[in-house]
């Protein structure tokens, strides 16, 4: 069984930058379409992006186009979630998951989730 274990959030002033890895244990990561989703105080958990097995598609919620990137180092048995200009409204839990198929990008094709690391977006 694969393990999930995010790390890299902390408290960020606005317009700062943060890079989330996603590492994975068990198995190797290169089997899981891989995503993540992220959760505020009060509000449902949100899709943010997905990457395929091999790296070469990806998708990105059009809250965070053009200020995150996400992507993956399969050698490495990690994901990442590099996040630019960050603002107030990105503060949230953000949750790695994975999936199966090939290129998951429902919720519902996430199987796998981490514990979720916390991002603070503040001055």
């Known amino acids: 069984q694969v393990q999930l274990v995010e790390s890299g959030g902390g408290l960020v002033q606005p317009g700062g930058s943060l890079r989330l890895s996603c590492a994975a244990s068990?198995?190797?990561?290169?089997?899981?379409?891989m995503g993540w989703f992220r959760q505020a105080p009060g509000k449902e958990r949100e899709f943010v992006g997905s990457?395929?097995?091999?790296?070469?598609?990806?998708s990105i919620a059009d809250s965070v186009k053009g200020r995150f990137i996400i992507s993956r180092d399969n050698a490495k048995n990690t994901v990442y979630l590099q996040m630019n200009s960050l603002k107030p409204e990105d503060t949230a839990v953000y949750y790695c998951?994975?999936?199966?198929?090939?290129?998951?990008?429902?919720?519902?094709?996430?199987?796998?989730w981490g514990q979720g690391t916390q991002v603070t977006v503040s001055s």
């Open positions: 998951a994975g999936g199966t198929i090939s290129f998951p990008i429902r919720t519902s094709d996430f199987g796998l």
């Open positions: 068990g198995r190797t990561v290169s089997n899981y379409g």
């Open positions: 990457i395929s097995r091999s790296g070469g598609t990806t």
